[in-house]
């Protein structure tokens, strides 16, 4: 399954929101630096989807606020 997100970086807090258009809002802690955002990205929905972090990979916009990601 691909899922659009679009990532806040340097937030407070860490949530995952499901916008209406089927895009997906995620907040991370994380500075967008060496990857940091990214891995906190695959994280946080791995744990969203309640799946393992390996079944959640970045298609395009790595470094982008714009991503596509595959759940699998």
Do not use: C, W
């Amino acid at each position: 399954m691909k899922i659009k997100v679009v990532v806040k970086t340097g937030a407070k807090a860490s949530n995952v929101v499901s916008e209406a258009n089927g895009v997906y809002a995620v907040s991370v802690k994380s500075p967008a630096k060496q990857g940091r955002a990214n891995t906190e990205l695959i994280k946080l929905l791995a744990d969203y989807f309640g799946i393992t972090r390996s079944s959640v990979s970045i298609i395009s916009g790595l470094k982008s606020k714009h991503k596509v990601i595959n759940i699998s």
